[in-house]
Protein backbone atom coordinates (compact mmCIF):
# COMPACT_ATOMS: atom_id res chain seq x y z
CA UNK A 1 0.00 0.00 0.00
CA UNK A 2 1.02 3.24 -1.01
CA UNK A 3 0.90 6.29 0.96
CA UNK A 4 -0.18 9.50 -0.91
CA UNK A 5 1.91 11.74 1.21
CA UNK A 6 0.73 15.05 -0.92
CA UNK A 7 -3.26 13.91 0.06
CA UNK A 8 -2.90 17.37 2.34
CA UNK A 9 -0.92 19.50 0.27
CA UNK A 10 -4.03 20.20 -1.55
CA UNK A 11 -5.53 23.80 0.02
CA UNK A 12 -9.52 22.06 -0.80
CA UNK A 13 -8.91 18.90 1.39
CA UNK A 14 -6.22 20.64 4.01
CA UNK A 15 -9.13 23.68 4.54
CA UNK A 16 -11.54 21.42 6.48
CA UNK A 17 -8.71 19.73 8.35
CA UNK A 18 -7.46 22.78 9.03
CA UNK A 19 -10.68 23.78 10.88
CA UNK A 20 -11.26 20.86 12.78
CA UNK A 21 -7.48 21.01 13.93
CA UNK A 22 -7.91 24.57 14.99
CA UNK A 23 -10.86 23.75 17.33
CA UNK A 24 -9.53 20.87 18.79
CA UNK A 25 -5.81 22.40 19.64
CA UNK A 26 -7.71 25.59 20.70
CA UNK A 27 -9.40 23.62 23.43
CA UNK A 28 -6.73 21.69 24.38
CA UNK A 29 -4.94 25.13 24.47
CA UNK A 30 -7.34 26.76 26.61
CA UNK A 31 -6.74 23.90 28.87
CA UNK A 32 -3.55 23.32 29.52
CA UNK A 33 -3.05 27.30 29.38
CA UNK A 34 -5.77 27.38 32.48
CA UNK A 35 -4.21 24.20 34.18
CA UNK A 36 -0.45 25.91 33.81
CA UNK A 37 -1.01 29.04 34.96
CA UNK A 38 -2.95 27.93 38.44
CA UNK A 39 -0.09 25.53 39.04
CA UNK A 40 2.59 28.06 38.48
CA UNK A 41 0.65 30.85 40.16
CA UNK A 42 -1.29 29.26 43.42
CA UNK A 43 0.56 25.83 43.85
CA UNK A 44 3.93 26.44 43.20
CA UNK A 45 5.82 27.68 45.77
CA UNK A 46 7.38 31.18 46.11
CA UNK A 47 11.01 31.02 45.53
CA UNK A 48 13.68 31.75 48.07
CA UNK A 49 15.85 33.89 46.39
CA UNK A 50 13.53 35.46 43.84
CA UNK A 51 10.37 36.40 45.65
CA UNK A 52 6.75 36.19 43.02
CA UNK A 53 8.94 37.70 40.29
CA UNK A 54 10.19 34.69 39.23
CA UNK A 55 6.61 33.23 38.24
CA UNK A 56 6.95 35.24 35.37
CA UNK A 57 9.05 32.08 33.86
CA UNK A 58 5.42 30.37 33.47
CA UNK A 59 4.94 32.63 30.43
CA UNK A 60 8.53 33.65 29.70
CA UNK A 61 10.39 30.33 28.78
CA UNK A 62 7.72 28.48 26.82
CA UNK A 63 6.93 31.46 24.87
CA UNK A 64 10.93 31.83 24.35
CA UNK A 65 11.06 28.07 23.13
CA UNK A 66 8.39 28.75 20.81
CA UNK A 67 9.67 31.78 19.82
CA UNK A 68 12.70 29.46 18.13
CA UNK A 69 10.88 26.56 17.34
CA UNK A 70 8.30 28.98 15.29
CA UNK A 71 11.40 29.80 12.97
CA UNK A 72 12.63 26.34 12.39
CA UNK A 73 8.98 25.36 11.76
CA UNK A 74 8.82 28.41 9.31
CA UNK A 75 11.87 27.92 7.54
CA UNK A 76 11.02 24.11 6.99
CA UNK A 77 7.77 25.05 5.11
CA UNK A 78 9.01 27.48 3.30
CA UNK A 79 12.22 24.97 2.07
CA UNK A 80 9.49 22.37 1.48
CA UNK A 81 7.62 25.08 -0.95
CA UNK A 82 10.96 25.73 -2.73
CA UNK A 83 11.73 21.79 -3.16
CA UNK A 84 8.32 20.31 -4.13
CA UNK A 85 6.96 23.84 -5.75
CA UNK A 86 3.45 22.74 -2.95
CA UNK A 87 1.00 25.98 -2.72
CA UNK A 88 0.47 25.03 0.36
CA UNK A 89 3.48 25.30 2.66
CA UNK A 90 4.00 28.93 0.93
CA UNK A 91 0.98 29.63 3.13
CA UNK A 92 1.61 28.03 6.31
CA UNK A 93 5.21 29.80 5.98
CA UNK A 94 3.62 32.79 6.31
CA UNK A 95 0.57 31.84 8.99
CA UNK A 96 3.91 31.06 10.96
CA UNK A 97 5.30 34.48 11.33
CA UNK A 98 3.17 36.79 13.01
CA UNK A 99 2.32 33.98 15.76
CA UNK A 100 6.31 33.43 15.69
CA UNK A 101 6.81 37.55 16.25
CA UNK A 102 4.69 37.41 18.76
CA UNK A 103 6.16 35.05 20.89
CA UNK A 104 9.58 36.83 20.50
CA UNK A 105 7.64 39.84 21.32
CA UNK A 106 6.52 38.64 24.67
CA UNK A 107 9.77 36.74 25.43
CA UNK A 108 11.38 39.70 25.29
CA UNK A 109 8.59 41.81 27.09
CA UNK A 110 8.27 39.77 29.88
CA UNK A 111 12.17 39.03 30.21
CA UNK A 112 12.12 42.67 30.59
CA UNK A 113 9.90 42.71 33.32
CA UNK A 114 11.54 39.95 34.81
CA UNK A 115 14.77 41.42 34.43
CA UNK A 116 14.12 44.60 35.91
CA UNK A 117 13.71 42.88 39.90
CA UNK A 118 15.99 40.59 39.02
CA UNK A 119 19.06 41.89 37.98
CA UNK A 120 18.12 45.94 38.45
CA UNK A 121 17.59 47.13 35.01
CA UNK A 122 15.35 46.63 32.14
CA UNK A 123 17.73 45.46 29.32
CA UNK A 124 21.40 44.03 29.12
CA UNK A 125 23.17 43.22 26.51
CA UNK A 126 23.15 39.78 26.75
CA UNK A 127 23.92 36.76 24.52
CA UNK A 128 20.34 35.60 24.47
CA UNK A 129 18.73 38.97 24.65
CA UNK A 130 20.49 40.21 21.77
CA UNK A 131 19.91 37.18 19.50
CA UNK A 132 16.45 37.18 20.51
CA UNK A 133 16.02 40.42 19.26
CA UNK A 134 17.65 39.73 16.04
CA UNK A 135 15.26 36.77 15.56
CA UNK A 136 12.38 39.62 16.57
CA UNK A 137 13.89 41.45 13.55
CA UNK A 138 14.23 38.40 11.23
CA UNK A 139 10.02 37.96 12.13
CA UNK A 140 9.65 41.85 10.74
CA UNK A 141 12.14 41.46 7.66
CA UNK A 142 9.92 38.24 6.37
CA UNK A 143 6.70 39.58 6.77
CA UNK A 144 7.81 42.93 5.73
CA UNK A 145 9.45 41.27 2.70
CA UNK A 146 5.86 39.12 1.64
CA UNK A 147 3.96 42.19 2.67
CA UNK A 148 5.49 44.23 -0.06
CA UNK A 149 5.22 41.79 -3.11
CA UNK A 150 1.61 41.56 -4.94
CA UNK A 151 2.14 38.23 -6.56
CA UNK A 152 1.77 35.39 -4.09
CA UNK A 153 3.36 33.23 -5.39
CA UNK A 154 6.22 35.13 -5.61
CA UNK A 155 5.89 36.58 -2.05
CA UNK A 156 5.99 32.44 -1.04
CA UNK A 157 9.22 31.60 -2.59
CA UNK A 158 11.04 35.10 -1.79
CA UNK A 159 10.33 34.89 1.90
CA UNK A 160 10.83 30.77 1.66
CA UNK A 161 14.79 31.88 0.50
CA UNK A 162 15.07 34.60 3.29
CA UNK A 163 13.97 32.39 6.09
CA UNK A 164 16.72 29.76 4.73
CA UNK A 165 18.87 32.34 4.81
CA UNK A 166 17.99 33.40 8.48
CA UNK A 167 17.81 29.87 9.61
CA UNK A 168 21.52 29.18 8.62
CA UNK A 169 22.35 32.72 10.02
CA UNK A 170 21.00 32.53 13.44
CA UNK A 171 23.22 30.04 14.81
CA UNK A 172 26.08 32.33 13.81
CA UNK A 173 24.31 34.96 15.30
CA UNK A 174 23.88 32.96 18.60
CA UNK A 175 27.33 32.42 19.08
CA UNK A 176 28.97 35.71 18.08
CA UNK A 177 27.15 36.95 20.45
CA UNK A 178 27.86 34.83 23.05
CA UNK A 179 31.71 34.99 22.15
CA UNK A 180 31.39 38.61 22.19
CA UNK A 181 30.06 38.65 25.40
CA UNK A 182 32.49 36.58 27.03
CA UNK A 183 35.16 38.54 25.96
CA UNK A 184 33.91 41.52 26.76
CA UNK A 185 31.62 41.48 29.78
CA UNK A 186 33.72 40.59 33.10
CA UNK A 187 30.26 39.67 35.18
CA UNK A 188 28.31 37.87 33.06
CA UNK A 189 24.41 37.56 33.72
CA UNK A 190 23.15 33.94 33.51
CA UNK A 191 19.98 32.57 32.64
CA UNK A 192 19.77 29.72 34.62
CA UNK A 193 17.81 29.35 37.46
CA UNK A 194 18.36 28.25 40.78
CA UNK A 195 19.87 24.70 40.34
CA UNK A 196 17.51 22.28 42.01
CA UNK A 197 13.28 23.61 40.58
CA UNK A 198 10.60 22.22 42.76
CA UNK A 199 8.62 19.79 40.93
CA UNK A 200 5.59 21.86 40.86
CA UNK A 201 7.45 24.65 39.59
CA UNK A 202 8.72 22.35 36.73
CA UNK A 203 5.12 20.96 36.08
CA UNK A 204 3.40 24.33 35.60
CA UNK A 205 6.15 24.99 32.99
CA UNK A 206 5.67 22.01 31.16
CA UNK A 207 2.11 22.39 30.87
CA UNK A 208 2.38 25.69 29.90
CA UNK A 209 4.97 24.79 27.02
CA UNK A 210 2.09 22.97 25.71
CA UNK A 211 -0.08 25.43 26.60
CA UNK A 212 1.65 27.78 23.84
CA UNK A 213 2.17 24.39 21.82
CA UNK A 214 -1.51 23.97 21.01
CA UNK A 215 -2.36 27.59 20.82
CA UNK A 216 0.46 28.15 18.18
CA UNK A 217 -0.96 25.29 16.00
CA UNK A 218 -4.87 26.38 16.57
CA UNK A 219 -3.92 30.35 15.59
CA UNK A 220 -1.84 29.28 12.63
CA UNK A 221 -4.30 26.82 11.25
CA UNK A 222 -7.06 29.35 11.41
CA UNK A 223 -4.93 32.07 9.85
CA UNK A 224 -3.32 29.50 7.20
CA UNK A 225 -7.58 29.28 6.23
CA UNK A 226 -8.13 32.79 6.06
CA UNK A 227 -4.76 32.60 3.62
CA UNK A 228 -6.38 29.48 1.62
CA UNK A 229 -10.10 31.28 1.23
CA UNK A 230 -7.87 34.72 0.18
CA UNK A 231 -5.88 33.05 -2.27
CA UNK A 232 -8.49 30.99 -3.56
CA UNK A 233 -10.94 32.81 -3.65
CA UNK A 234 -11.82 32.39 -7.73
CA UNK A 235 -11.88 28.34 -6.76
CA UNK A 236 -14.99 26.60 -6.41
CA UNK A 237 -14.53 24.96 -3.41
CA UNK A 238 -13.91 27.98 -2.08
CA UNK A 239 -17.43 29.76 -3.45
CA UNK A 240 -19.02 27.01 -1.97
CA UNK A 241 -17.70 27.74 1.68
CA UNK A 242 -18.19 31.43 1.26
CA UNK A 243 -21.96 30.34 0.54
CA UNK A 244 -22.52 27.91 2.70
CA UNK A 245 -20.90 30.36 5.04
CA UNK A 246 -22.80 32.91 4.56
CA UNK B 1 33.97 31.02 -19.09
CA UNK B 2 36.59 32.98 -17.38
CA UNK B 3 36.61 35.01 -20.42
CA UNK B 4 32.61 35.96 -19.63
CA UNK B 5 32.83 36.66 -16.15
CA UNK B 6 36.07 38.97 -16.81
CA UNK B 7 33.86 40.65 -19.17
CA UNK B 8 30.88 41.00 -16.61
CA UNK B 9 33.27 42.24 -14.02
CA UNK B 10 35.31 44.87 -16.36
CA UNK B 11 32.04 45.89 -17.88
CA UNK B 12 30.42 46.64 -14.40
CA UNK B 13 33.71 48.59 -13.66
CA UNK B 14 33.78 50.33 -16.74
CA UNK B 15 30.22 51.31 -16.21
CA UNK B 16 30.97 52.71 -12.22
CA UNK B 17 33.78 54.72 -14.15
CA UNK B 18 31.29 56.56 -16.49
CA UNK B 19 29.24 57.46 -13.48
CA UNK B 20 32.05 57.96 -11.09
CA UNK B 21 29.49 60.25 -8.80
CA UNK B 22 27.56 57.56 -7.76
CA UNK B 23 31.09 55.60 -6.48
CA UNK B 24 32.30 58.96 -4.43
CA UNK B 25 28.92 58.94 -3.02
CA UNK B 26 29.10 55.77 -1.05
CA UNK B 27 32.51 57.19 0.22
CA UNK B 28 31.69 60.65 0.96
CA UNK B 29 28.56 59.20 2.90
CA UNK B 30 31.09 56.81 5.13
CA UNK B 31 33.09 60.01 5.87
CA UNK B 32 30.31 62.00 6.53
CA UNK B 33 28.70 59.64 9.50
CA UNK B 34 31.69 58.61 11.11
CA UNK B 35 32.62 62.49 11.28
CA UNK B 36 29.34 63.25 12.82
CA UNK B 37 30.02 61.32 15.73
CA UNK B 38 32.55 63.45 17.55
CA UNK B 39 30.24 66.20 16.96
CA UNK B 40 27.82 64.06 18.56
CA UNK B 41 30.05 62.57 21.50
CA UNK B 42 32.08 65.42 22.17
CA UNK B 43 35.76 65.33 21.10
CA UNK B 44 37.63 63.82 24.08
CA UNK B 45 40.17 61.66 22.77
CA UNK B 46 39.75 59.11 25.18
CA UNK B 47 36.09 58.57 24.80
CA UNK B 48 36.55 58.86 20.92
CA UNK B 49 39.86 55.95 21.41
CA UNK B 50 36.88 53.79 22.82
CA UNK B 51 34.08 54.26 20.48
CA UNK B 52 36.02 54.04 16.95
CA UNK B 53 36.16 50.49 16.19
CA UNK B 54 32.41 50.48 16.20
CA UNK B 55 31.76 53.76 14.61
CA UNK B 56 33.91 52.60 11.76
CA UNK B 57 32.53 49.35 11.60
CA UNK B 58 28.62 50.83 12.28
CA UNK B 59 29.69 53.90 9.40
CA UNK B 60 30.88 50.97 7.39
CA UNK B 61 27.99 49.16 7.33
CA UNK B 62 25.59 51.60 6.20
CA UNK B 63 27.47 52.89 3.69
CA UNK B 64 27.88 49.08 2.01
CA UNK B 65 24.15 48.93 1.91
CA UNK B 66 23.36 52.18 0.92
CA UNK B 67 25.25 50.91 -2.38
CA UNK B 68 23.26 47.56 -2.44
CA UNK B 69 20.11 47.97 -4.13
CA UNK B 70 22.20 49.52 -7.26
CA UNK B 71 24.00 46.11 -8.02
CA UNK B 72 20.87 44.55 -9.87
CA UNK B 73 18.95 47.45 -10.61
CA UNK B 74 20.31 49.00 -13.69
CA UNK B 75 21.10 45.58 -15.44
CA UNK B 76 17.07 44.56 -14.67
CA UNK B 77 15.91 47.74 -15.87
CA UNK B 78 17.32 47.83 -19.19
CA UNK B 79 16.80 44.01 -19.58
CA UNK B 80 20.56 43.05 -19.49
CA UNK B 81 20.04 40.59 -16.42
CA UNK B 82 17.84 38.63 -18.24
CA UNK B 83 20.10 38.16 -21.05
CA UNK B 84 22.68 37.17 -18.32
CA UNK B 85 20.33 34.50 -17.22
CA UNK B 86 19.48 33.09 -20.66
CA UNK B 87 23.24 32.98 -21.19
CA UNK B 88 25.80 29.63 -20.71
CA UNK B 89 27.34 31.05 -17.90
CA UNK B 90 25.99 29.53 -14.82
CA UNK B 91 24.20 32.39 -13.28
CA UNK B 92 25.66 32.17 -9.64
CA UNK B 93 29.25 32.97 -11.29
CA UNK B 94 28.02 35.78 -13.01
CA UNK B 95 26.23 37.24 -9.70
CA UNK B 96 29.76 36.60 -7.76
CA UNK B 97 31.32 38.38 -10.76
CA UNK B 98 28.91 41.39 -9.96
CA UNK B 99 29.35 41.66 -6.62
CA UNK B 100 32.90 41.37 -7.03
CA UNK B 101 33.16 44.23 -9.07
CA UNK B 102 30.57 46.20 -6.95
CA UNK B 103 32.86 45.94 -4.13
CA UNK B 104 35.82 46.85 -5.53
CA UNK B 105 33.88 49.61 -6.68
CA UNK B 106 32.02 50.42 -3.20
CA UNK B 107 33.60 48.69 -0.37
CA UNK B 108 37.41 48.88 -1.19
CA UNK B 109 37.21 52.68 -1.35
CA UNK B 110 36.01 52.58 2.09
CA UNK B 111 38.90 50.16 3.20
CA UNK B 112 41.51 52.12 1.64
CA UNK B 113 40.00 55.80 3.63
CA UNK B 114 39.52 54.10 6.95
CA UNK B 115 43.22 54.53 8.04
CA UNK B 116 42.64 58.37 7.07
CA UNK B 117 39.53 58.37 9.46
CA UNK B 118 41.01 56.39 11.91
CA UNK B 119 42.96 59.27 12.39
CA UNK B 120 39.96 61.78 13.46
CA UNK B 121 39.90 59.37 16.24
CA UNK B 122 43.22 59.34 17.55
CA UNK B 123 43.05 55.41 17.44
CA UNK B 124 46.62 54.07 18.08
CA UNK B 125 49.16 53.25 15.07
CA UNK B 126 49.67 49.70 15.63
CA UNK B 127 45.76 49.25 15.45
CA UNK B 128 46.07 50.32 11.51
CA UNK B 129 46.64 47.06 10.30
CA UNK B 130 44.05 45.37 12.30
CA UNK B 131 41.73 48.04 10.70
CA UNK B 132 42.45 47.91 7.41
CA UNK B 133 42.30 44.11 7.82
CA UNK B 134 38.94 43.46 9.31
CA UNK B 135 37.22 45.97 6.97
CA UNK B 136 38.96 44.31 3.55
CA UNK B 137 38.00 40.80 5.33
CA UNK B 138 34.28 42.15 6.07
CA UNK B 139 33.11 44.22 3.61
CA UNK B 140 32.93 41.69 1.15
CA UNK B 141 31.38 39.53 3.44
CA UNK B 142 28.37 42.27 3.74
CA UNK B 143 28.62 42.87 0.05
CA UNK B 144 27.64 39.23 -0.92
CA UNK B 145 25.21 38.80 2.14
CA UNK B 146 23.53 42.51 0.63
CA UNK B 147 23.55 40.76 -2.48
CA UNK B 148 20.67 38.23 -1.61
CA UNK B 149 18.62 40.79 -0.14
CA UNK B 150 18.89 43.03 -3.43
CA UNK B 151 18.09 40.53 -5.49
CA UNK B 152 14.91 39.60 -3.24
CA UNK B 153 13.88 43.42 -3.30
CA UNK B 154 14.17 43.68 -7.27
CA UNK B 155 11.62 46.06 -8.72
CA UNK B 156 9.96 46.21 -5.91
CA UNK B 157 8.37 49.69 -4.00
CA UNK B 158 10.16 51.04 -1.30
CA UNK B 159 12.74 48.28 -1.67
CA UNK B 160 15.53 50.63 -0.09
CA UNK B 161 13.86 50.72 3.26
CA UNK B 162 13.03 46.88 2.89
CA UNK B 163 16.69 46.00 1.74
CA UNK B 164 17.52 47.71 5.29
CA UNK B 165 14.97 45.36 7.17
CA UNK B 166 16.03 42.45 5.39
CA UNK B 167 19.78 43.18 5.63
CA UNK B 168 20.95 44.18 8.80
CA UNK B 169 20.02 41.37 11.17
CA UNK B 170 21.92 39.32 8.73
CA UNK B 171 24.94 41.66 9.07
CA UNK B 172 25.08 41.34 13.15
CA UNK B 173 27.95 38.71 12.88
CA UNK B 174 30.21 40.51 10.89
CA UNK B 175 29.80 43.78 12.91
CA UNK B 176 30.29 42.18 16.21
CA UNK B 177 33.37 39.75 14.94
CA UNK B 178 34.72 42.63 12.78
CA UNK B 179 34.42 44.97 15.70
CA UNK B 180 35.47 42.24 18.05
CA UNK B 181 38.76 42.14 16.30
CA UNK B 182 39.88 46.10 16.79
CA UNK B 183 38.93 45.50 20.44
CA UNK B 184 41.01 42.77 20.92
CA UNK B 185 43.91 44.02 19.62
CA UNK B 186 43.53 47.33 21.60
CA UNK B 187 43.36 45.56 24.53
CA UNK B 188 46.40 43.36 23.95
CA UNK B 189 44.73 40.15 23.13
CA UNK B 190 45.50 40.21 19.40
CA UNK B 191 42.81 40.31 16.88
CA UNK B 192 43.53 37.13 15.31
CA UNK B 193 41.40 35.24 16.58
CA UNK B 194 38.11 37.44 15.34
CA UNK B 195 40.33 38.00 12.13
CA UNK B 196 40.22 34.19 11.29
CA UNK B 197 36.41 33.91 12.21
CA UNK B 198 36.52 36.85 9.53
CA UNK B 199 37.97 35.15 6.72
CA UNK B 200 35.82 32.05 7.64
CA UNK B 201 32.73 34.05 7.04
CA UNK B 202 34.36 34.69 3.62
CA UNK B 203 34.69 31.77 2.54
CA UNK B 204 31.52 30.63 3.53
CA UNK B 205 29.72 33.76 2.19
CA UNK B 206 31.44 33.29 -1.15
CA UNK B 207 30.57 30.04 -1.62
CA UNK B 208 26.75 29.86 -0.59
CA UNK B 209 25.92 33.05 -1.44
CA UNK B 210 26.18 33.72 -5.05
CA UNK B 211 23.85 30.64 -5.25
CA UNK B 212 21.35 32.15 -2.83
CA UNK B 213 21.47 35.53 -4.60
CA UNK B 214 20.40 33.52 -8.49
CA UNK B 215 17.75 31.54 -6.72
CA UNK B 216 16.74 34.91 -5.51
CA UNK B 217 17.19 36.85 -9.04
CA UNK B 218 15.32 34.02 -11.00
CA UNK B 219 11.94 34.26 -8.41
CA UNK B 220 12.25 37.96 -8.41
CA UNK B 221 12.12 37.89 -12.33
CA UNK B 222 10.28 35.16 -13.95
Redesign the interface.
Given at each position: MSINWFKYSSPQTFFPVAGRLALVFGALALLACAAGLYLGFFVAPTDAQQGESYRIIFIHVPAAWMSMFLYFVMAFWAGLGLAFNTRLSGMMASAIAPTGALFTFIALWTGSLWGRPAWGTWWVWDARLTSEL?LL??Y??FM??QA??DDPR?AD??GA??A???VV?LP??YF??Q??NT??QGASVSLTKAPTMAATMLAGMLVMIFGFWFYSIAAVMLRARCIMLERERGSEWAGQHARGAA | MIAALRCVIFRDLRLAARRSSDVLTVALFFVIVVSLFPLGIGPDPKLLRTVAPGVLWVAALLASMLALSRVFAADHADGTLEQMMLGATPLGLVVAAKVLAHWLVTGLPLVLISPVLALQFDLPRELFGVLVLSLALGTPVLSLIGAIGAALTLGLRGAGALLSLLVLPLYVPVLIVGAGAMEAAASGLGGNAQLLLLAAMLIIAAAFAPWVAAAALRISVE
Amino acid sequence: MSINWFKYSSPQTFFPVAGRLALVFGALALLACAAGLYLGFFVAPTDAQQGESYRIIFIHVPAAWMSMFLYFVMAFWAGLGLAFNTRLSGMMASAIAPTGALFTFIALWTGSLWGRPAWGTWWVWDARLTSELVLLFLYFGFMALQAAIDDPRRADKAGAVLALVGVVDLPIIYFSVQWWNTLHQGASVSLTKAPTMAATMLAGMLVMIFGFWFYSIAAVMLRARCIMLERERGSEWAGQHARGAA
Amino acid sequence: MIAALRCVIFRDLRLAARRSSDVLTVALFFVIVVSLFPLGIGPDPKLLRTVAPGVLWVAALLASMLALSRVFAADHADGTLEQMMLGATPLGLVVAAKVLAHWLVTGLPLVLISPVLALQFDLPRELFGVLVLSLALGTPVLSLIGAIGAALTLGLRGAGALLSLLVLPLYVPVLIVGAGAMEAAASGLGGNAQLLLLAAMLIIAAAFAPWVAAAALRISVE
